[in-house]
């Protein structure tokens, strides 16, 4: 506790300098020699709680904190957070693309001192109020990841030494005191011990719910993507099954492997119409990598019967469309993700549409935020949001809902990433069903564990991300919860002996689907119902 | 290790050959899968055997590609690669062996089978009936050197394995049974340098006879498991079927095997 004693003694000491003025002081007081020592002394004082003020910021006291978070929020990285348009104008959660044209450019951070300044005026504006900590899917899993810890290694390699010092949590499973690095040392070691370990680099779901919650406004998910990029970039290590989803992106254009012509096989009997075919339409339908999943493919059924029983003008790439570069961005590896986003930007250019649909958060975030910076711009809408529209325009109708009582577990991408929190609400709301909100929901959504390539690298942990949401859903007492992302469905349906059902909102909607009423003019620009029923409509 | 052991190890020269691969489902240009095992055997040995210098070799031509797909190994950890250059088409096989005779590798190691072009799997035996070398084939790991010779273990099928030692120079050949490939990281590969060689190419004038068409992919016989039990089930499982009704054939001519080879081939419909 040095600053309230410094700032103690520089208002003494200019309390007493000041008392001659106003001739508070005795006279002969300030005549002969020891009116120079008086002086000085409190010429010293005054100095000292002066440089509190100035030079306090690199004594690492609460200064420091004050001086590099004024400074880390005037230079924000993100200037865009602080915009004060209402919805989602005000977030920027779009990784920054690295220049690979540069070949002198570095792949990634590999020293503390790689990070760029104003990351590094972020890290030491950490006032270390564990909100971050608090809200961490992996470290509340057991998994070797403390992002407040991780934010103070930053600091603490910065500065060069070790983190024996640091009097909080450790990351899990991994004592204070091992760890120790230097500006110019690598973050992570060849072999042995650095600064942080690979695994604690792995573990990080990118769910940003720390970004979210940091009062100073710092940002963990690029440092740690930055950091992710040198281990795959530069030195080929991506943990577990990294490596093979990475090759068959680059070789197959989908993690799985699967053939690039198989795409559409899910559909033979959907009868799809192609982008290829009719060039131009309102809905391009971008079906994600889920096209290959057979959980996810009833999604996509429910959800292009939906788009169907609206009359809505929609096409799919088809075969033309590959993996949105998603995965492997969030593994580190930017090469594949740029390729990938190049490719699909040309085919994208060659036709002609109002906007995106897709059932996939992750393929949402990435074509509208990400692949702006490589000269994409598209408007894209997740299922939920679309829906919510055609009911509003009064283009769905729905059976009253049967069920039992229902949750919504919102997706890290559509609701911190993209601040849609509302559509899918209105959604269920339109369903007929009240959702019972967990305690963890909206912005505080607990991730499903299923983001940044999480379940590729699956690093060990004591427990597992998706039994902790879905015993949030016990809690909640809901007999179903409703997601809308894929992978949100493939972590939750992967719970053993789970209380509750898991359902994407599209399917919820395509079950509830009825014939519109016919020439109903109180409800909006409703057209009246061609045929019995909305499949028959299409076929 | 025993330290005393490390003594009398020393690092050897080793030639990796590396071919451009063919994903199966896509078709794309890849690092072949074999060749970047046996790059795998050799930073393997350089990381044990200090000392050891790893020479990767290419014969084909310069394209974009092609270059993209040997870039591939680069990313493994080199910092360049030698480049015989050649046009599509030319010998392969002459190409290395004047290199080999020249540079004087004491290792060659190679893949089994290329993925792309014949994928014949001559290769190593053509070279090492050039350079009059010893060949093993179907390597699973290399133990140690010592004193010129190096001892192997090779992989037998049904997972057996087979101590051999070999006097140097010689050639081994990689299939599946050698570790896995490392991943390929982007920067190195995009850093490393290609050595251009220019060759005297000699154009491939058997493969010019040839007809080259699309594989058909062979029908799979059905195995039909009548089992009662589970652990029926899985001995039918884990057993490799055994062939019946087979014939082994001792001290026959020529003439004898080739009739029975072709009997068999009408009887299983490969020839009609």
Request: glycine share 10%.
């Amino acid at each position: 506790m040095r600053l309230p004693k410094s700032l103690m003694a520089f208002s003494l000491g200019v309390f007493l300098i000041t008392l001659p003025t106003v001739g508070l002081l005795p006279q002969g007081l300030l005549e002969g020699g020891s009116s120079w020592l008086l002086a000085l002394v409190l010429a010293g004082v005054v100095a000292w709680g002066l440089g509190e003020m100035f030079f306090g910021m690199t004594w690492g006291g609460p200064m420091k904190h004050a001086f590099a978070g004024a400074l880390h929020l005037a230079f924000h990285r993100r200037a865009e957070r602080f915009s004060t348009k209402k919805g989602g104008a005000g977030r920027s959660t779009g990784l920054k693309a690295l220049n690979l044209e540069d070949e002198a450019a570095p792949l990634g951070v590999e020293k503390p001192a790689d990070f760029t300044w104003n990351q590094l005026l972020g890290f030491d504006a950490c006032v270390q109020c564990g909100r971050c900590e608090a809200v961490c899917p992996a470290f509340a899993a057991g998994q070797p990841l403390n992002p407040k810890k991780l934010i103070q290694d930053m600091v603490v390699g910065m500065a060069g030494g070790s983190d024996a010092a640091y009097a909080g949590s450790p990351y899990p499973g991994k004592p204070v005191g091992e760890h120790a690095g230097s500006p110019h040392g690598p973050i992570v070691a060849l072999q042995g011990k650095a600064l942080v370990d690979a695994d604690t680099l792995w573990s990080c779901t990118t769910c940003r719910a720390c970004v979210e919650e940091c009062p100073m406004m710092i940002e963990h998910v690029d440092a740690i993507v930055d950091m992710r990029r040198h281990l795959t970039l530069e030195r080929g290590k991506t943990p577990n099954k990294g490596a093979e989803v990475l090759d068959n992106l680059i070789a197959t254009d989908n993690p799985g492997g699967f053939d690039p012509g198989s795409r559409l096989n899910w559909a033979a009997d959907l009868n799809l119409p192609l982008m290829a075919d009719l060039k131009q339409v309102d809905v391009l339908l971008w079906l994600g990598d889920g096209a290959f999943d057979m959980r996810n493919q009833r999604t996509l059924r429910a959800l292009v019967k939906v788009l169907r029983a609206a009359e809505v003008d929609f096409a799919v790439l088809g075969t033309e469309e590959r993996d949105s570069g998603d995965v492997a961005r969030r593994l580190g590896d930017e090469a594949t993700f740029q390729s990938l986003a190049k490719r699909n930007i040309a085919t994208l250019a060659k036709y002609r549409f109002l906007q995106i649909v897709t059932c996939d958060p992750h393929s949402f975030h990435v074509l509208g935020n990400e692949y702006g910076e490589l000269g994409g711009d598209y408007q894209v809408r997740h299922h939920s949001t679309f829906i919510a529209e055609l009911y509003e325009a009064g283009r769905l109708a729905f059976a009253p809902w049967k069920g039992g009582s229902v949750t919504y577990h919102d997706p890290c991408y559509l609701g911190r990433y993209n601040g849609e929190y509302e559509a899918p609400r209105n959604v269920l709301k339109a369903l007929g069903i009240e959702v019972k909100e967990m305690e963890r929901s909206g912005y505080r959504s607990r991730c499903c564990g299923g983001g940044g390539g999480a379940p590729i690298t699956d690093i060990p942990g004591e427990r597992r991300i998706p039994d902790m949401r879905m015993n949030d859903v016990k809690e909640s007492g809901a007999e179903l919860v409703a997601v809308g992302c894929p992978q949100c469905t493939a972590m939750l349906e992967g719970v053993v002996d789970a209380s509750a059902e898991v359902r994407d909102i599209a399917e919820l909607v395509a079950d509830a689907l009825v014939e519109r009423p016919a020439g109903d003019a109180s409800d909006g620009p409703r057209r009246p119902a061609a045929t019995t029923t909305a499949e028959e409509v299409t076929v | 290790m025993q330290p005393d052991r490390q003594q009398q190890q020393q690092g050897i020269d080793v030639a990796v050959l590396v071919s451009i691969g063919r994903h199966p489902t896509t078709g794309r240009a890849r690092r072949a899968e074999q060749d970047a095992r046996g790059l795998e055997l050799a930073l393997a040995m350089e990381a044990e055997l200090p000392g050891t210098r790893i020479s990767v070799l290419h014969a084909g031509p310069q394209a974009d590609d092609s270059e993209s797909a040997l870039r591939g190994y680069l990313g493994m950890g080199l910092e360049s690669m030698t480049l015989l250059e050649q046009p599509a088409g030319s010998d392969a096989i002459l190409s290395l062996v004047e290199h080999l005779a020249a540079t004087s590798p004491q290792l060659v190691i190679t893949g089994a089978r290329a993925e792309r072009g014949e994928g014949s799997g001559l290769l190593p035996y053509a070279l090492a009936e050039h350079l009059g070398w010893p060949l093993v084939n179907s390597l699973a790991s290399i133990e140690k050197v010592e004193n010129g010779v190096v001892t192997l273990l090779q992989a037998l099928p049904r997972g057996q394995r087979r101590r051999l030692k070999v006097r140097l120079p010689a050639i081994i050949s990689v299939d599946e049974a050698a570790p896995a490939a490392r991943q390929s990281a982007f920067g190195p590969a995009r850093r490393a340098t290609f050595a251009v060689t220019p060759t005297t190419p000699e154009a491939d004038s058997e493969l010019a006879q040839w007809q080259l068409a699309l594989a058909r992919k062979r029908p799979k016989r059905l195995k039909i498991v009548k089992a009662a039990s589970a652990r029926d089930r899985f001995k039918a499982a884990a057993a490799k079927s055994e062939g019946k009704g087979g014939q082994v054939l001792t001290d026959v001519t020529p003439e004898q095997g080739a009739e029975a080879i072709y009997k068999l081939l009408k009887e299983e419909e490969v020839l009609r």
